[in-house]
């Protein structure tokens, strides 16, 4: 039986911004990090005799959740990002991009595109993604 190991310590990331700069992440401060499509992948359409049609659906759209320490750097980081993009020019709104990578397994997140989302629970931060490119290695 194989077995397979998992450490947190092993997500490493970055955020980029042009108004605020880049923010380098290893985990430090960081409860959890969620990556998710929003768009469904397939449709089905039942027709009156039963006949199924299967659509394959475009969209690469999703979030990305970071539950953070409230003392944490990142999340003091995130603050003057979200402040920082809030008062600027719109144009400025979705012009973030991320990478996560898992140094163990070599799998990683390319998201671009990315405002803020509020979710209201901890201190929970959404990252909303235009686009999002999974590598599997």
């Not at 359409?45 to 659509?55: E, K």
């Not at 008062?87 to 671009?112: Q, Y």
Request: one cysteine or more; charged letters at 10%; hydrophobic letters at 40%.
């Amino acid at each position: 039986m194989a077995t397979t190991t998992y450490s947190f310590t092993d997500l490493v990331g970055s955020i980029h911004s042009d108004l605020v700069g880049d923010y380098i992440f290893t985990g430090e401060g960081a409860g959890s990090v969620t990556v998710s499509k929003a768009t469904e992948r397939s449709a089905h359409d039942v027709a009156a005799d039963g006949s199924i049609m299967v659509s394959k659906v475009a969209g690469d759209n999703g979030s990305v959740t970071i539950e953070v320490q409230q003392t944490s750097p990142l999340h003091f980081w995130l603050l003057n990002w979200f402040n920082a993009h809030w008062a600027a020019n719109t144009k400025h709104w979705a012009t973030t991009t991320m990478l996560l990578k898992n140094t163990s397994t070599g799998g990683s997140h390319v998201c671009s595109g990315v405002p803020y989302q509020s979710q209201g629970q901890r201190v929970t931060w959404t990252l909303m993604c235009a686009d999002i490119t999974n590598y599997a290695v």
